[in-house]
């Protein structure tokens, strides 16, 4: 993960991982759905690895892969995210800042090939989490006062965090779904699919998550402000600069208490509330840690390094 958090990788080190076979189609409409078969078709036409630029080269983020006939914005581009996830104006830079950079739309990619429909569902969540994961280490990069925190502290907080933010942004894109968590705007899980799969107990505290925040009317400022301190907010016994966390978690403290000032005058407690939900979200975030290092020991599915690296950080 250290490599993931600097571009000052040799060029001639640089390697991409196809979250397939290997063998994904190359067009020029679809050229962005693997970097890594993209990579290696170049090669074999004739193109010098050390030619890589390393100011293209984007840290090992991987596309999401889409149906050929969907044409969605690029999960990791902050730009088209900026465009897609406006809200509120505030005067806050923080908050405004963290709504610029939150990531775009998560989409999952099954394996249709896959008959069993539980083998199914968890290797498209396990496949869905490892995306994330990069995506969320190239977010992390973005809040605002992470990147001047040594390279040490920046892994411990994303190793304790990780499952937290992923957590939260499940939770917030289930808001609006009835009793059904989206775990990506086109990979919705209810109870009985839970159940065969094995998940029922993570559905279920991850539904009671949903329904406080429901109830709360979180909206999306508050989100994002919330799960960039749910990243500083470590019990980690890794943090060398202990002093340097803390003002990056005051920051983000006075950001939230700043916005809600301006949006909620009307409820003068409501950042003290949203404040007091972050030990259930650490709970819940537990329980699917728990639950997916039960499946790894299960042996039923594959996991990509990265998702094995984050959970072994956690046990």
Same mark, same amino acid.
């Given at each position: ?63 999401y892969r889409r149906p050929v ?74 809040? #605002?006062?992470? *990147?001047?925190?040594? $390279?040490?502290?920046?892994?411990? =907080?994303? &190793?304790? %965090?990780?499952?937290? !933010? ?57 989100f994002v402000t919330l799960k ?39 409820? #003068?407690?409501? *950042?003290?509330?949203? $404040?007091?939900?972050?030990?259930? =979200?650490? &709970?819940? %975030?537990?329980?699917? !840690? ?26």
């Open positions: 993960m250290s490599k993931m958090l600097t571009d000052r990788h040799p060029l001639s080190n640089i390697e991409y991982s196809c979250p397939v076979v290997n063998d994904c189609e190359i067009t020029k409409r679809r050229r962005k759905s693997c970097q890594a078969c993209r990579f290696r078709k170049c090669l074999k036409v004739g193109m010098m690895k050390e030619g890589v630029r390393l100011d293209r080269v984007r840290g090992g983020r991987q596309k006939e969907v044409e969605t914005p690029d999960p990791c581009s902050y730009l088209a995210a900026h465009h897609s996830f406006q809200g509120k104006r505030t005067t806050n830079k923080v908050v405004s800042h963290l709504v610029l950079v939150e990531p775009g739309e998560v989409f999952a990619s099954p394996d249709l090939d896959l008959q069993d429909s539980d083998l199914r569902t968890l290797t498209t969540l396990c496949e869905l989490i490892n995306r994330e994961l990069l995506v969320t280490i190239g977010w992390a990069k973005h809040v #605002p006062g992470f *990147s001047v925190l040594s $390279l040490v502290d920046q892994m411990a =907080l994303l &190793q304790s %965090a990780w499952m937290e !933010v992923l957590v939260l942004g499940i939770v917030y894109r289930s808001l609006q779904m009835n009793d059904e968590l989206a775990l990506a705007e086109n990979f919705l899980l209810g109870r009985d699919q839970s159940r065969s799969s094995g998940l029922l107990n993570l559905h279920s505290v991850l539904l009671q998550l949903v329904r406080k925040y429901r109830k709360t009317k979180l909206d999306k400022e508050e960039a301190m749910a990243l500083a907010n470590s019990d980690s016994s890794s943090i060398e600069n202990v002093e340097s966390v803390l003002n990056l978690q005051d920051r983000l403290h006075e950001a939230l208490q700043d916005y809600e000032r301006e949006h909620h005058a009307e409820d #003068p407690h409501r *950042s003290g509330k949203l $404040l007091m939900t972050l030990p259930l =979200l650490r &709970q819940t %975030a537990n329980e699917a !840690v728990r639950t997916f290092c039960q499946i790894r020991l299960e042996g039923r599915i594959p996991m990509h390094k990265l998702f094995l690296e984050m959970l072994e950080a956690k046990m």
